[in-house]
């Protein structure tokens, strides 16, 4: 079974730039989530899709963080202006719906904003 | 979200059990104790959870103390593979809403001695 697959792995941009990361999560997942993991910290979640409906966005920055998941499968996390408090581990996971308890992790991304 | 309390590191030697210890005083009744690690430069994983009785899975062992107040983490016979950062949450399971947000501390990480 294919795991979260996440692009680009690795991403270095200017404060101030956009930047976008793509997260397709395991076949059949309904409940997506993006997770920002600053270095020495735990992972904190930014926001949570159930299909393409957001269920808690509540720790997401939205003066300049967007996401979006259109058809219930694949999902973009946007970052616009990025700051360089930005600079991060993003990751996303996904699990078969709210109820189940195992979440399941994607590499991540790692953004380094200058 | 209850808190959890873990010691800020950990170290064993290789082939021998390990005891990570997880205190959470402040539990509720509808907290369950979930425990994921993460690898260097991976996403966390999942590993166990329990509510009340002891559990055990192919990965690890979770004993749960009769008052719920703490937990222990138990890997039977550590490996070099097990070096990891390794989380101990307490998610609440809502009937008809599903679990409750992971929300991560610090976590205790753990060193293999070989």
């Known amino acids: 079974e294919a795991g979260v697959a996440q692009s680009p792995r690795y991403k270095i941009i200017e404060k101030r730039q956009s930047v976008a990361f793509w997260c397709n999560p395991i076949?059949?997942?309904?409940?997506l989530y993006w997770y920002q993991q600053i270095l020495g910290q735990g992972p904190k979640l930014l926001i949570q899709?159930?299909?393409?409906?957001?269920?808690?966005d509540s720790q997401l920055p939205k003066d300049r963080f967007s996401a979006e998941r259109l058809k219930g499968v694949d999902s973009t996390l946007k970052i616009q202006p990025a700051k360089l408090e930005d600079s991060a581990v993003y990751l996303c996971?996904?699990?078969?719906?709210?109820?189940?308890?195992?979440?399941?992790f994607g590499p991540g991304t790692r953004l380094t904003v200058l | 979200d209850a808190k959890t309390t873990q010691p800020n590191s950990m170290e064993s030697n290789e082939e021998e059990p390990v005891h990570l210890p997880c205190n959470h005083s402040?539990?509720?009744?509808?907290?369950?104790i979930h425990w994921y690690r993460q690898l260097p430069s991976q996403g966390p994983e999942y590993v166990i959870h329990?509510?009340?009785s002891n559990v055990n899975n192919r990965m690890a062992s979770l004993a749960i103390a009769e008052d719920r107040k703490s937990s222990t983490l138990i890997l039977h016979r550590a490996t070099l593979r097990d070096a990891a950062v390794y989380y101990c949450?307490?998610?609440?399971?809502?009937?008809?809403?599903?679990?409750?947000?992971?929300?991560f501390g610090t976590g205790t990480r753990l060193t293999i001695i070989p």
């Open positions: 076949s059949g997942h309904a409940t």
């Open positions: 899709f159930q299909n393409n409906g957001v269920v808690d």
């Open positions: 996971a996904s699990s078969l719906d709210r109820t189940t308890n195992e979440q399941f």
């Open positions: 402040t539990i509720s009744g509808t907290d369950y």
């Open positions: 329990g509510l009340t």
């Open positions: 949450i307490l998610r609440d399971f809502i009937s008809n809403f599903g679990n409750e947000k992971l929300t």
